[in-house]
């Protein structure tokens, strides 16, 4: 009996609509796009319009038959992939590929998967929007045209290798300002003064800051030397009511944001586990720029706040979108139900889940009430001021559900005129604070707010630009400065001195060498490319093909015919740039030092290509770069490369010992470059320095990998490895501890690590299973139940019982997440039963 066909995009959508949907229908997944431009001449012809040639994906050719055959046994083919102009492109594509009749095929669209709207849909069934379809295309050919021309230029001008793109290098630029910002930053610095008081009146302290910051130490002990024996009172106390008011329901990238600030999630993540949540019918669509809400979920909103906390917490809101060229008329992010608390997911699920719920409710909810207070204390017969702010919470309204940062303090209950007590004047040391570098959320809300890119290329864009290195993100410790305090106390002056860290970086996002040299040639020779009201004014264009305004290509020819002509001017008469910067002259050779990117990354090099000699290079370490190093920091590189800083000789085989530094970190080499036999390497252990490290103390480390004894029957063996000392029995490695040396670590203490690790273990196995060996459920280092398969995890929702999860239960939940599992992998028990 024939069928109507539905085809998603999704095999999980798929799977959730066929829920809905009664036994008349078939739903089917095309696994995503399911044709891309060729690779020959750009896949597009550019003399005839810019017509593009789409090629069937190579892994799709299986889907596409499978998909043919089902369509001739169809009544009615339903395209019913994503509202967007993605989805729509896949809907086209699909047209064209299983060639389609208008007659017998429709379009649908839908915001939610549920059974309600997936209906309504169904009942009122559209046709494919050409112009969305056009607006997509002509996104994908410009990225084409620009990527391929611009990368061109920049393997013939700057590296091979390269790669260039209408949005990622205007990201790059970006987070390539921003580093220069902050290399540039002088701080001030100066002396904040605090003090701490107590009312003669009800005995309360609280803490008040000088209306006035001193320059230099000079500066302050006048000014505490000056105050005498000083009368203290409350000069003013001012109280003022105040409110705060719930943020919007979640776009596309305040959702990124604030689960990266909540949740810890990197972007790419948040958008993974969002997906799951749209497909298992959850939330609704999670790639928008809309902060509406649908009179639906208004009303839903209502209903569950007033039954939860009263008809105080109530107040319907109506937000208004101020992104820049925010498009499409989509919901905002929001449960599909949302008198649901919870879904059924994994713990992560769970939680963005608990996230958009709560602020979806808290964009309906009353205003927080506060009482404000503003206290001005002055000393008598002076100028200087203390003031204090604090607030007291009069009505919690949305804070009630979502809460938000806050560091207002209460103060006690003071009066105007009344004395007060210091019990002591604190002068504390400052610097000015550098902009922060971007976080992944941060960066995300910096391409919104200049219109770059959309909801849908956020976070793809932020893996480009990582894994085409030009950007590593990454937590960096800061430097330690020390802090000057000085004391006011009983009359006496104390001064003392801490030290404090500054500048540390948590999972921030850092430009690489090759991003600096990258931006400033494309700067230099394509600034409308990386303009960033050309790359939002682009954006804008878009939007117009797809209200049908403007004609797709017409569009790229206004744009690609100067770009073109650029690019074929650029590669004849620009120079080409290694980024490279002149320190100065070596003071023993005389020779010049330079560093430039080399073919592996950023260099130091001694000398140049005119001298008799070959210059000598050094490569830079990770936390050096090219725009900021200086002469004698090259210098130390340089004296440190090739073979390195020589130690001595090896009594044993007569060979020079050397440190130097190498690709992936500090080394110690036996044997010079030159000789017959290939060097010895071995990696510095951890508090060796290449300046300080001894002859004796590296000699020992060629020592390693050591036998260190048998234990049942097998050899113990220690050594160091990528992630430091550790030792190795039955194929098993067991890392040492801090107090651990991989050069005398005896039997003994082996067999108790070795012993140790095995009851650790044997402690976080919940369940493993005889059908596959690599798929267990085990307590992660947090102590939590989660699936462990292939050295991954999957932490498991909290109303799950792990030891009562089967092998296909366990299968299922490692599929949903990573794809097929291998189920080969079988025990040998297993194989002799089959």
Not at 344 to 361: F, M, P, V
Not at 469 to 481: A, D, H, L, T, V
Not at 509 to 514: G, N, Q, S, V, W
Not at 793 to 821: A, H, M, N, Q, W
Request: proline share 4%.
């Amino acid at each position: 009996m024939s069928k109507n066909l539905v085809i998603v995009e999704s095999p999980a959508k798929a799977k959730t609509i066929e829920k809905f949907l009664g036994k008349d229908y078939k739903v089917k997944s095309s696994f995503g796009h399911v044709r891309d431009l060729a690779k020959k001449n750009f896949g597009i012809d550019i003399k005839n319009n810019f017509e593009p040639e789409y090629i069937i994906m190579p892994d799709k050719k299986k889907v596409i038959s499978d998909l043919k055959k089902d369509v001739k046994n169809a009544n009615t083919v339903i395209l019913a992939s994503d509202e967007d102009r993605e989805g729509e492109a896949i809907a086209w594509h699909l047209f064209e590929v299983l060639n389609l009749k208008n007659k017998k095929t429709q379009r649908i669209v839908f915001n939610e998967i549920t059974k309600e709207a997936i209906k309504e849909a169904v009942e009122n069934p559209g046709s494919i929007n050409y112009d969305l379809v056009n607006a997509q295309q002509a996104r994908r050919i410009l990225d084409r045209l620009v990527g391929f021309e611009l990368s061109s230029v920049l393997w013939k001008k700057v590296q091979s290798k390269l790669s260039a793109g209408r949005v990622q290098s205007v990201a790059v630029r970006l987070l390539v300002e921003r580093e220069r910002e902050i290399s540039s930053f002088k701080p001030d610095v100066f002396f904040k003064v605090t003090g701490e008081f107590i009312s003669e009146k009800n005995k309360e302290k609280f803490k008040a800051e000088l209306n006035k910051k001193f320059k230099t130490e000079k500066d302050i002990l006048n000014f505490f030397e000056n105050l005498g024996q000083p009368d203290y009172y409350v000069a003013d106390v001012e109280r003022k009511p105040g409110k705060r008011s719930p943020s919007a329901p979640f776009t596309t990238s305040s959702l990124q944001q604030e689960a990266g600030r909540k949740l810890g999630f990197p972007v790419g993540k948040t958008m993974r586990i969002a997906q799951k949540l749209y497909e298992a019918g959850y939330i609704t669509y999670m790639r928008t720029d809309s902060v509406n809400l649908s009179s639906l979920a208004l009303n839903a909103a209502k209903e569950v706040i007033i039954k939860e906390y009263g008809e105080k917490y109530y107040k319907k809101r109506v937000f208004k979108t101020k992104t820049k060229n925010a498009q499409e008329a989509h919901e905002a992010i929001r449960p599909t139900y949302l008198s649901n608390p919870s879904v059924q997911g994994t713990s992560d699920e769970e939680r963005l889940y608990d996230l958009i719920r709560k602020r979806t409710l808290a964009s309906q909810m009353a205003d927080a009430e506060f009482e404000r207070t503003n206290v001005t204390v002055s000393i008598k017969n002076s100028d200087y001021k203390f003031t204090a702010s604090g607030e007291v919470m009069k009505f919690p309204g949305f804070l009630k559900l979502y809460t938000v940062p806050s560091e207002d303090t209460v103060l006690p209950d003071l009066k105007k005129n009344e004395p007060l007590k210091a019990l002591f004047l604190e002068a504390v040391e400052q610097f000015g604070k550098s902009p922060s570098r971007y976080s992944e959320a941060a960066l995300v809300k910096q391409l919104e707010e200049k219109g770059i890119g959309r909801p849908s290329t956020y976070a793809p864009t932020i893996s480009t630009i990582e894994n085409r290195g030009y950007m590593i993100k990454e937590s960096r410790p800061g430097i330690e400065k020390e802090i000057l305090h000085l004391t006011l106390k009983d009359g006496k002056i104390i001064e003392k001195t801490e030290r404090k860290i500054f500048g540390a970086e948590k999972n921030k996002l850092f430009p690489t060498d090759i991003a600096m040299v990258v931006t400033d040639f494309l700067s230099e020779n394509f600034q409308n490319i990386i303009d960033y009201n050309f790359t939002a004014n682009v954006e804008k264009q878009f939007d117009e093909i797809a209200e049908g305004k403007i004609i797709w290509h017409k569009m790229i020819k206004d744009f690609y015919d100067d770009f073109h002509k650029k690019v074929e001017d650029t590669i004849e008469h620009a120079d080409r740039n290694s980024g490279e910067r002149i320190l100065g002259q070596d003071p023993e050779t005389g020779k010049q030092v330079s560093v430039r990117l080399g073919k592996y990354g950023p260099v130091a090099q001694l000398g140049t290509s005119d001298d008799d000699e070959k210059p000598k290079f050094a490569s830079l370490r990770k936390d050096q770069h090219i725009e900021n190093i200086t002469l004698e920091e090259a210098l130390e590189l340089l004296k440190n490369s090739g073979n390195g800083r020589l130690l001595g000789q090896d009594p044993e085989t007569g060979k020079n010992v050397y440190v130097r530094f190498a690709r992936y970190g500090a080394v110690a080499q036996l044997g010079d470059s030159e000789d017959s036999e290939k060097p010895k390497y071995a990696g510095l252990l951890k508090g060796m320095n290449i300046d300080t490290v001894t002859l004796d103390e590296v000699l020992k480390l060629f020592k390693l990998p050591r036998e260190v004894g048998i234990f049942e029957g097998k050899k113990v063996i220690a050594a160091v490895g990528r992630f430091g000392p550790y030792i190795r029995h039955d194929s098993k490695f067991v890392s040492l501890k801090k107090t651990d040396d991989p050069l005398t670590i005896t039997i003994e203490r082996a067999k108790e690590l070795i012993l140790e690790k095995r009851e650790k273990d044997k402690k976080r196995l919940i369940k493993e299973f005889p059908e596959n060996k690599d798929l267990k459920i085990i307590k992660d280092r947090w102590g939590k139940p989660c699936i462990y398969y292939n050295k991954k995890y999957i932490r498991l929702s909290s109303k799950i019982k792990p030891e009562e999860l089967t092998y296909d239960e366990c299968l299922k939940i490692t599929e949903k997440e990573f794809g097929p599992v291998d189920k080969k992998k079988k025990s040998s028990r297993k194989t002799k039963n089959k």
